[in-house]
């Protein structure tokens, strides 16, 4: 296999030690000044991006790395790093284990229909309780 170099990629860091690939993932990277460390060989690198171009770097440098890589791995793609202290963990809006759960009020305090009903909650195709204008009870 010819021996690509990512050097010139922006936001794919190559360790120059072992040569692993280190993906400055997710856009929080875009924008972004720090030390950030290889998954292969724990290398640290003080890297610069703006715009999601890589404006300084990657420089060796030494101590505790500010961010982790979003992911990692080798040239031949047969080594994955995924484990939290090689990577980082995906970025979410909203925590996995906060789901939204049925709303019957907006945040003004307007009946809204965003969760189940049941046909005795319906009238023609509208919600009940909001034609009705009062709170939502679940039908027991
Ligand atoms: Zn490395």
Known sequence: ????????????????????LNYMDPFTFWNWSGKTKCAGCDAIYAVTY?????????????GKPDRLPGFAQTKDYKTQYTSSDKVAPPVYARDPAN??????????????????????????????????????????
Do not use: W
């Open 1 to 20: 296999m010819a021996d690509v170099s990512y050097k010139h990629c922006h936001l794919v860091l190559e360790c120059a030690k072992c040569g692993v």
């Open 50 to 62: 703006s715009n999601g171009q890589k404006v300084k770097g990657p420089d060796a440098a030494d």
């Open 99 to 140: 789901k939204h759960g049925p709303t019957y009020k907006n945040v003004r305090g307007n009946p809204v229909a965003a969760g189940k009903l049941t046909a005795a909650d319906l009238r023609g195709s509208r919600a009940r309780f909001i034609v009705e204008g009062v709170p939502y009870k679940p039908a027991s």
